[in-house]
Structures are given as C-alpha cells and as structure tokens.
C-alpha cells in the first residue's frame, strides 16, 4: 500500500471504521502515520509480585496456581478470579464477564500479565488484565503507544492502520527540515522519528522521537509567522504625511505616562517608514492603552482618513465610545458607534455615513465586519482584547481598506515564550506603567469561615461611598453543582438579605442587552451599590468609585483571569481592595491565589498560571486562529519554541524565499492553508 491509500482498503477497516477514524481526521494511510501516540504503556518492566505498587499498572510474569473459578453475581454480570504466583508472591486475579480468561488460562502454565493493580486485604488483586504467554510479546514485553480514539474505536484498531502506515512509509522518505537543522538539533531523521514514535523499543527512543515531532511542529510555525510578517513588510502602508500630535496632546485632560508615549512613537515611527503599522500593545486594565488607539485615530482623521476600533462586547465598544468622543470632538473628528443591539433604521444611517466618510472614527463589535459595512477611506484598524479574536477576524477588518495600518491591544499580559508564537507576525509594545495617583491594590485570599467579616467589609466600603463588585463562576444554582459553587443569582439573593441598606444589582451573560446596559450603567452612575454578576464585566466598564472587587470560587478561575479582574478596581484615587474565596479549597488553590496576593506583576502571574495550567487557560486555537499543534505542549517546550524560532529566523535571512528548501516551503504553506493560497507569495 502507499500513503495516499485510503484506510477502509487496511485489513480489518471496512467502511465504518473507516468513518470513525474520519473523526480522529484519519483518511489515508499519511494521515494515520502523523497521528501520534497520546502517550505509552511500559510493558518491559516486570515487577515482582511483592513490589507492585497500588494503583499502578504494571507487568508481571507469574504461573497460573489453580483452575479459574467464574460466578454468576447477579444478571448480566460474571466474575471470574483466578491465582497466580511468582518467586516473590501471591497475586489475585479478577475478570468482569470475559469466559475467555477462565477457558484460556492454564493451570501450571506462565503468563505475562498486565492490568491495574489494587490493594485488597493484605495482598492486591490485578483487575481485568492483558495477558498472554511468555515470549509472545504481542501485548506485553514491549513498549505500547496509547492513541487518541472515539467512541466506536480501540486501540487495536490504530494498530492496525498505523502498522499499514509505517510500512507504506518509503525507505528514502524525504525530511523537509534542512540537514544542517536536524544536526544542529541533534534530531533523528523523519522516516527513523516516525518509526520511534509509533513503534519505539524503549522509552528513550519514544522520547527522541517526540523531540523531534515537537521542535519540527514549533519550527514550521515560526517559519509560517515570519513569512506573514515579512508579507506585511513588503508593502507599503497608507500614507499619513502629517505625524503631528501636538494638538491631540493638548487636547488631554491629563499627561500621559512615558510608557503610553513610548508606544505612541513606536506606532509613528512604523507609519513615517511607509510600511503598514502591525503592533501589539500589551498592558494591564487601566495602563491606559485606549489612549494610544486614540492618538492613531486622531492622525487617521486629520489625514482625511478613516479609523475603526473593533471591540469584543457592546459594554466595552460604549466605554470607548464614551471616553473617546468628547476627546475626539474637542479636535473636531466625528465618531460613531455601530454595534449589533442598534436598530435596522439606526444601523443603515450609519454605514451610510461611514461609505461617505462622514464618519472619521468608527467604534463597534464583530458588527463593522458585517459585508454592508464599506469605508470611504479607512486607514487605521485597532482590534481591542485580542485573544478575543481570531487572525482571520483582524485580516478580516484590514481588508476593508487597501493596506491599512493594524494596532491590536490586550490587557491579558502573556508570557515571552507564548508571545512569541502567538503574535509572531506582530512587533510589541509593552505598557508598563499605570497613570499617576492609581494606588496598588491590597489583595487576600480567604476561605469560607472568614464570609461574616468579608460582608461587613462590603457594607463598610459601601458606608464610606465606594462600590463593590461581587464576581461568581456561574449564573444560577444547579443540583450538579458543588454545594460550595456560590452562584450569581443566589449570591444576590444572598446579599440582598444580609445587607438590606445597599442596593445589589446582578448582571450575568444570560441577561439581555439592553436590560445589561441599563444596569451597568445604574452602577457606574452610582445608584447601586453592589453589582454582582459573572465574568461579563471582565471586559466592562471603567467605575472610578468601585474600591472591592469580591471573586467568589476563586479556585474556579485562571490567575490571569483573576488578576483582569482585580483591575476593576483601582480605577480612582482611593485605596482599593480584592477578596478572592477559594482558599480552603486544596493545595493548589491556595498556591494561585498566594501568587496574586503577593505580586501585582500581570507577567509574572501570567507566567505562573502557563506553568501551572498550561496554554489552554490562555488560548484555545479557535481565539486565536493559528494552525493547531498534534505534539507541542507551550507551558513545556518553552525552551524548544525559542531554539525553533532562532533556527527558523537564521534560516530565513539567509534564504527568505526558502528557494532551496522547496518542501519545507510546501510544508509551511500547507499548515497556514487556512490564511489563503497566496498567503506567503
């Protein structure tokens, strides 16, 4: 068979095998060779019966003692025991329903057996194992890859199609990473690497041969970023002859901090070198990173260009909205808001005005992506909290003007490492500054006997006219649901009770929006005094006067996330506070929430919660649209990803077409397919 062969013809895969193994997106024969083991069984190490280790699976090799007895429990249910020795020892064997072992096993005769081991008694008993008779080696005695499967499927089903592969696999296979690399990394063949990973004789090989899946996954993708990097580059960026912002300066309220300056310069100097602007500005809730939108706005409008800033949630695009406006009407720039809640007669009106360029700023949601929405000229695109976007989202909004200048923001730090895969095809601006007069919030984790002290503290913060918002995993109660899990709806119950004086107001995601808006809206005016709510106001409005954000179930939440909330709060000139609940809840828990008591650094929690929770508390593949990874683990292979990207940037400057690497240029177009045909040409 060849790699191009389709499963079904593998012996033993008919036609609905054949359909199950489309799920795990295996069709042919090449598919099933790169799907890779999820991990293995060492069925090598054969462990004497007194050293077997409860809640293990392990291997022994041990003599059938007696004829295997089976019972009748009760319908639908036989068990059948068995005894086996070795040098060492006694074992107990237990079978559920499987006739097969009673008539299989013979008396006198030894076994390799393999299965999970429990302790019972003062001995233990292997449950349900694998066995068979020593020397076979077929189900034990060897290294055994563990694959990912779906309902319907068994590993014996990968065996086969993955065995068909490899020997489809052709002797002279041929490796895309350059020679120079794979020596350089001291990296296996491909041919060799996908023989070890599938069929390794030991542990190590399995090891190495992972090494190398690993560091050629990281490589192609660092390749792919600097080639949609570099395609960027080679274009020119809308021309803004007047960079002055001295105007826009004087026009502020405030000064701004010599980080927010930085990034502003960073911006024009990307723009006065003609090339389109594609940066990311990187900063904590409240470091003031709208501002560096509105001075990109600013120079869009006095250019007689356009400028938009998409926003993930109607709350977020109206707090632009309501910042921006009189900042940009004091220079004489239109604004509009164009959200998906506005009326057909309002939202016509509007991309109206922006076709005819009556409008110079757009602020909006997914809503400016919409087909009928045409610029009359637009120059500047800001995406605002990006991870709640995807790449195609932002390529989406630049294209609806000719080579447009791109700022992306996130207040969701993200470790070095992840950075660098993640926004790989974007230059980096970090605000690390907060404006003057913001004080730094004193944080405590507690548990659930401290609740009587943290409600008076509410109702003192409350008494002295500050705000507080109470924050809760989930929106109501469930009978699935851990009695601890406080939910929104009870916890406002909850309050209302225990502090009849304050108003409570609740806000959760299943709210509609205009009742949403109102509410939220109240509580920035003042006329409630508690807001509890869900993560809805991760991403919300700014409320000067809120000084406690309460979290309930702490545990529940990553600590960057934890830490975006804090941010809420400290948005004025008092002392503001943050309670976190959830530390009675285990080890680890406490360990999380210690760290956001005692650091303030967004990084360096963000850096703690990858380690501690990996990149998936981060970024799923959905948000932010990059070519998903079968064998790299970023909280991992940290390392790995900057030796990748190091080999991937010396090659590239000295071959930035890759013109004598024809397929590992194939291999990296084929993982960026999603980006377009002509993504890298």
Not at 64 to 93: N, Q, W, Y
Not at 131 to 147: A, H, M, N, Q, S
Not at 170 to 188: C, M, S, T, V
Not at 320 to 342: A, N, R
């Amino acid at each position: 068979m060849k790699l191009e062969d389709h499963v079904r013809f593998v012996r033993g895969i008919g036609p609905k095998k054949a359909e199950l193994l489309q799920k795990l997106g295996i069709t042919t024969l090449e598919d099933a060779v790169q799907c890779y083991p999820r991990g293995y069984e060492d069925r090598t190490r054969i462990i004497p019966i007194t050293e077997l280790t409860d809640g293990e699976k392990q291997c022994i090799h041990a003599v059938v003692g007696a004829e295997p007895k089976t019972a009748h429990i009760r319908k639908g249910m036989d068990i059948t025991h068995c005894k086996v020795f070795d040098e060492s020892g006694s074992l107990s064997l237990r079978f559920f329903n499987n006739r097969y072992a009673a008539a299989a096993l013979e008396v006198g005769q030894e076994y390799a057996f393999y299965g999970k081991v429990q302790a019972e008694g003062r001995g233990f008993v292997m449950i349900a194992p694998e066995f068979e008779r020593i020397g076979l080696d077929c189900k034990t005695g060897r290294i055994l890859p563990v694959y990912p499967l779906t309902a319907g499927l068994h590993q014996k089903d990968l065996y086969q199609v993955t065995d068909a592969a490899l020997q489809a696999v052709p002797k002279n296979y041929p490796d895309f990473l350059p020679q120079a690399i794979r020596e350089q990394q001291k990296l296996p063949p491909l041919g060799e690497a996908l023989a070890c990973i599938h069929r390794p004789q030991t542990l190590e090989q399995a090891q190495q041969a992972r090494h190398r899946m690993v560091f050629e996954e990281l490589f192609l993708l660092s390749c792919g970023m600097r080639f949609l990097r570099s395609r960027r580059a080679g274009k020119s960026g809308v021309r803004l002859r007047d960079l002055s912002l001295n105007a826009f300066y004087r026009a502020l309220p405030f000064s701004l901090t010599g980080a927010q300056q930085r990034a502003i310069e960073a911006c024009t100097m990307d723009i006065a070198a003609g090339k389109p602007l594609s940066r990311l500005v990187q900063g904590d809730v409240g470091s003031g990173k709208t501002m560096v939108a509105a001075a990109l706005c600013y120079l869009a409008a006095k250019n007689g260009q356009q400028a938009v800033i998409m926003a993930p949630t109607e709350l977020l695009a109206h707090q632009h909205m309501q910042t921006l406006e009189p900042l940009l009407h004091k220079l004489e720039i239109s604004c509009g808001l164009l959200v998906g809640s506005l009326g057909a007669k309002q939202k016509r009106e509007i991309t109206q005005k922006i076709e005819n360029g009556e409008i110079s700023v757009v602020i909006g949601t997914h809503a400016v992506l919409s087909d009928n929405v045409n610029f009359h000229a637009l120059a500047i695109a800001v995406v605002d909290e990006q991870h709640r976007f995807g790449v195609n989202q932002r390529a989406s909004l630049t294209a609806k003007g000719e080579n447009v200048h791109l700022l992306v923001m996130s207040a969701t730090p993200i470790p070095r490492t992840l950075a660098l895969l993640i926004y790989g095809d974007l230059d980096v601006s970090i605000i690390d500054e907060l404006p003057p007069g913001r004080q730094k919030i004193k944080t405590y984790a507690v548990g659930e006997q401290t609740r009587p002290r943290i409600d008076r503290f509410i109702d003192s913060q409350c008494a002295e006219g500050g705000q507080v918002y109470v924050v809760c995993p989930l929106v109501e109660d469930s009978e699935n649901m851990d009695t601890a899990r406080n939910s929104a709806e009870s916890t406002a119950e909850r309050l209302a009770k225990v502090l009849p004086n304050r108003t409570v107001g609740l806000v959760h995601g299943r709210t509609k929006a205009a009742e949403k808006e109102q509410i939220m809206s109240d509580f920035a005016d003042g006329k409630i005094d508690i807001l509890v709510s869900t993560t809805v106001i991760e991403v919300g409005v700014d409320v000067p006067n809120a000084t406690l954000m309460v979290v309930e179930n702490g545990d529940c939440f990553g600590m960057s996330q934890l830490h975006q909330l804090r941010g809420r709060v400290g948005r004025g000139k008092r002392q503001s506070f943050c309670v976190f609940y959830g530390a009675d809840r285990g080890e680890e828990a406490r360990e999380r929430l210690r760290t956001l008591v005692h650091t303030s650094d967004g990084f360096a929690i963000a850096q703690k919660d990858l380690e501690m929770r990996g990149a998936g508390d981060f970024f799923g593949t959905r948000q932010h649209g990059l070519p998903p990874m079968k064998m790299a683990d970023l909280a991992g292979d940290t390392r790995l990803l900057e030796q990748a990207k190091q080999a991937a940037d010396t090659l590239l400057e000295a071959d930035p077409e890759l013109e004598t690497e024809p397929l590992l240029k194939e291999k990296v177009q084929k993982m960026f397919s999603q980006y377009g045909e002509g993504a890298f040409n």
